[in-house]
């Protein structure tokens, strides 16, 4: 099943609101695609589970249509780096650990799945492998969100530069308006569409409040569907 893996800057940059927006428009369009949040940390119990409330805007999107434990199978209770939830339960994160629960989760005859990811790139999953390492084991493209404030460009170029050293290929780049009164905010954004040679796949301004529909409107998703729609049809 083909897909795309949604990374970013850091945690709280707009990895889930580039996501939901994205996700709503793909299916807009028809596409029946699998929204998937692997790990999550910072969850309230819910009839007898732990749900995330970013992994919860995806169950929103999809209606009941999918089951919320195949959109986010991994949830822990304290808003910590996941790595250190899952030891104080006695568990280990590891790229194989991911792989395995991914493939229990998927959903049978969806179009593609979009992923979103945890953290940054270099998210710990324990003391040898990061989240970077799950990436370039899997090899689905990447879309990498910018979150613009202060240091964002020192982040955004050392994690391009990451990408590359893995092979690891990027659709393109998203540039999400943190704080509208953020000083020389266009010049950040021009800054990264000059030193990038990923196209700019959407500029979401700050919403608020937030919908996934009004996100969905600033989302050039024509890349994003070519690659879904050409991976299923290889053989």
């Given at each position: 099943?083909?897909?795309?893996?949604?990374?970013?800057?850091?945690?709280?940059?707009?990895?889930?609101?580039?996501?939901?927006?994205?996700?709503?428009?793909?299916?807009?369009?028809?596409?029946?695609?699998?929204?998937?949040?692997l790990?999550?940390?910072?969850?309230?119990?819910?009839?007898?589970?732990?749900?995330?409330?970013d992994?919860?805007?995806?169950?929103?999107?999809?209606?009941?249509?999918?089951?919320?434990?195949?959109?986010?199978?991994?949830?822990?209770?304290?808003?910590?780096?996941?790595?250190?939830a899952?030891?104080?339960?006695?568990?280990?994160?590891?790229?194989?650990?991911?792989?395995t629960?991914?493939?229990?989760?998927?959903v049978?005859?969806?179009?593609g799945?979009?992923?979103?990811?945890?953290?940054?790139?270099?998210?710990p999953?324990?003391?040898?492998?990061?989240f970077?390492?799950?990436?370039r084991?899997?090899?689905?493209?990447?879309?990498?969100?910018?979150?613009?404030?202060?240091?964002?460009l020192?982040?955004?170029?050392?994690?391009?530069?990451?990408?590359?050293?893995?092979?690891?290929?990027?659709?393109?780049?998203?540039?999400?308006?943190?704080?509208?009164?953020?000083p020389?905010?266009?010049?950040?954004?021009?800054?990264?569409?000059?030193?990038?040679?990923?196209?700019?796949?959407?500029?979401?301004?700050?919403?608020?409040?937030?919908?996934?529909?009004?996100?969905?409107?600033?989302?050039?998703?024509?890349?994003?569907?070519?690659?879904?729609?050409?991976?299923?049809?290889?053989?």
């Amino acid at each position: 099943m083909p897909g795309v893996i949604i990374v970013g800057t850091d945690t709280e940059v707009g990895k889930t609101c580039f996501g939901v927006g994205l996700v709503h428009k793909l299916l807009s369009y028809g596409l029946d695609v699998q929204p998937l949040k692997l790990i999550a940390a910072g969850g309230q119990e819910v009839n007898g589970i732990f749900k995330n409330e970013d992994a919860a805007a995806y169950e929103v999107l999809v209606q009941g249509k999918i089951p919320y434990e195949n959109i986010n199978p991994l949830c822990y209770q304290p808003a910590i780096s996941p790595h250190l939830a899952a030891a104080e339960l006695g568990e280990r994160l590891s790229v194989e650990r991911l792989l395995t629960v991914m493939k229990t989760s998927l959903v049978a005859d969806k179009e593609g799945v979009i992923l979103e990811g945890v953290g940054g790139l270099m998210q710990p999953l324990n003391h040898q492998e990061t989240f970077l390492d799950f990436i370039r084991v899997l090899g689905w493209p990447v879309i990498f969100v910018v979150g613009l404030r202060l240091g964002c460009l020192n982040h955004t170029l050392l994690s391009m530069k990451a990408l590359r050293h893995e092979n690891i290929a990027c659709l393109g780049w998203v540039a999400n308006i943190l704080d509208e009164k953020m000083p020389y905010l266009a010049e950040n954004i021009d800054t990264l569409t000059e030193s990038l040679s990923v196209p700019l796949l959407a500029k979401i301004p700050y919403l608020t409040p937030f919908s996934c529909e009004k996100a969905a409107e600033y989302i050039y998703a024509a890349q994003i569907i070519k690659h879904l729609r050409v991976a299923t049809a290889r053989p």
